[in-house]
T-cell receptor, first 114, second 111 residues
Framework: AQSVSQHNHHVILSEAASLELGCNYS??????LFWYVQYPGQHLQLLLK??????LVKGIKGFEAEFIKSKFAFNLRKPSVQWSDTAEYFC????????????FGKGTKLSVIP | KAGVTQTPRYLIKTRGQQVTLSCSPI?????VSWYQQTPGQGLQFLFE???????NKGNFPGRFSGRQFSNSRSEMNVSTLELGDSALYLC??????????FGPGTRLTVL
């Protein structure tokens, strides 16, 4: 079965610090990759997605992610975080064609200190 | 476009009862998936419906069931509720190459 692991459970950063959140998945075939964000009291929002092509993808709010196929990795980055980025971040993988089933990582809670 | 909507937003039930949750997808989306979110297990896939047919099912007991109507709206039913069913139930709709878009969820508390 497909599995997704996120390296950090809780990350604490000061404003303007750079962010990198790691995500690894287990499936060896074709995958679609996603990062979602859940702000306090809000629902899951799609930050960015990778289907094919350029392994560096840009999303909303200044986030980007790099797909490293050889390492089964899809790492999220932001050069300079803001207090408003405080949220929980989830990596998700869809394997194969057809049915839309996402396998999620356990999430990384990001706290940004002003 | 309006987002995914879920009703009700909050529910309190007692053990042994059953519950029905409703989801209206984004207009034009024919795929609807359901997930359970708990602090311990995270987000877990329940099932997916496409054009009124269940296309995939996660590893949940048969007490969890769903259906999809011709207008793509979906319902999820949990029978014989257990304390462990307390969770946030999320509905998501999607188009093939766009990713899944989630609703706000229904918070179910089983007493």
């Amino acid at each position: 079965a497909q599995s997704v692991s996120q390296h950090n459970h809780h990350v604490i950063l000061s404003e303007a610090a750079s962010l990198e959140l790691g995500c690894n998945y287990s499936y060896g075939g074709t995958v679609n990759l996603f990062w979602y964000v859940q702000y306090p009291g809000q629902h899951l929002q799609l930050l960015l997605k990778y289907f094919s092509g350029d392994p560096l993808v840009k999303g909303i709010k200044g986030f980007e992610a790099e797909f490293i196929k050889s390492k089964f990795a899809f790492n999220l980055r932001k050069p300079s975080v803001q207090w408003s980025d405080t949220a929980e971040y989830f990596c998700a993988v869809k394997s194969g064609a057809g049915s839309y089933q996402l396998t999620f990582g356990k999430g990384t809670k990001l706290s940004v200190i002003p | 476009k309006a987002g995914v909507t879920q009703t009700p937003r909050y529910l309190i039930k007692t053990r042994g009862q059953q519950v029905t949750l409703s989801c209206s997808p984004i207009s034009g989306h024919r795929s609807v998936s359901w997930y359970q979110q708990t602090p311990g297990q995270g987000l877990q896939f329940l099932f997916e419906y496409f054009s009124e047919t269940q296309r995939n099912k996660g590893n949940f007991p048969g007490r969890f069931s769903g259906r999809q109507f011709s207008n793509s709206r979906s319902e999820m039913n949990v029978s014989t509720l257990e304390l462990g069913d307390s969770a946030l139930y999320l509905c998501a709709s999607s188009l093939v190459a766009e990713g899944q878009f989630f609703g706000p969820g229904t918070r179910l508390t089983v007493l």
